[in-house]
């Protein structure tokens, strides 16, 4: 099994996540501990690049669940980039387009953010 990283990249008040590997039960701790540090630094508005994804477990969908309501209320939100088809078809299945929105690629998602600046 893949290990999981995360990569991070501050473009002026958002931040940009490089997810790659294993998302599961085992490391959605790993991502759930970079959400409590960006809510500490008061940083609402997230970008989550995918492309080096390969899995995604409900545990590590459940995440994103647990944090968007968090970054809503303070003016933030999660914008989700650069999935592959495989990790899309997990999110579409289960209804995460409804509450997330979810582009191409990350420009496209700094253009929203910048949008509604």
Do not use: C, Q, W
Not at 50 to 59: D, H, K, P, R, V
Not at 92 to 100: R, V
């Amino acid at each position: 099994m893949d290990e999981f990283t995360i990569t991070e990249k501050k473009a002026g008040d958002l931040v940009i996540l490089y997810l790659n590997g294993f998302l599961d039960a085992h490391t959605s701790s790993v991502l759930e501990k970079k959400f409590e540090e960006l809510l500490s630094k008061k940083l609402f508005k997230v970008i989550i690049n995918f492309a080096g994804l390969t899995y995604i477990s409900s545990a590590g969908l459940g995440v994103f669940m647990a944090y968007i309501e968090t970054l809503r209320s303070n003016s933030g939100d999660i914008k989700l980039s650069n999935m592959s088809d495989k990790i899309y078809n997990i999110f579409d299945m289960l209804g995460f387009p409804i509450l997330f929105k979810i582009v191409k690629d990350e420009s496209e998602a700094v253009t929203l953010f910048n949008e509604n600046a």
